[in-house]
């Protein structure tokens, strides 16, 4: 299983970022698609997931700001990033929890992080 992230970047505050990330491999079903985030010297929190079923969680911090959707079709999920502020800036990872072909064991994947930065 293979997660691709992109649409990282250098954004001023009060800008607007979009990530994507793809989700590829021998997937039986996906159970769950979310971004966490990791800023320097601090741990890894959750920004924003969707269940599958529908439900959504987003942090206290990003509510209104953000919005987390997919594109079943395609694996794929975004992160529609409005009103960034400085406190945003951190590494953004893509996760996922999946099913794959053959088993009935859920797996934990994660993509390989993409940087944003929102200047003052």
């Known amino acids: 299983v293979q997660l691709q992230a992109s649409g990282g970047g250098l954004v001023q505050a009060g800008g607007s970022l979009r990530l994507s990330c793809a989700v590829s491999?021998?997937?039986?079903?996906?159970?769950?698609m979310g971004w966490y985030r990791q800023a320097p010297g601090k741990q890894r929190e959750l920004v924003a997931a969707?269940?599958?079923?529908?439900?959504?969680n987003y942090a206290d911090s990003v509510k209104g700001r953000f919005t987390i959707s997919s594109y079943n079709a395609k694996n794929t999920v975004y992160l529609q990033m409005n009103s960034l502020k400085p406190e945003d800036t951190a590494v953004y990872y893509c996760h996922t929890e999946v099913s794959i072909v053959g088993t009935l064991s859920r797996y934990d994947y994660w993509g390989q992080g993409t940087q944003v930065t929102v200047s003052s």
């Open positions: 969707i269940i599958t079923g529908g439900s959504i």
């Open positions: 491999g021998s997937i039986r079903s996906i159970n769950a």
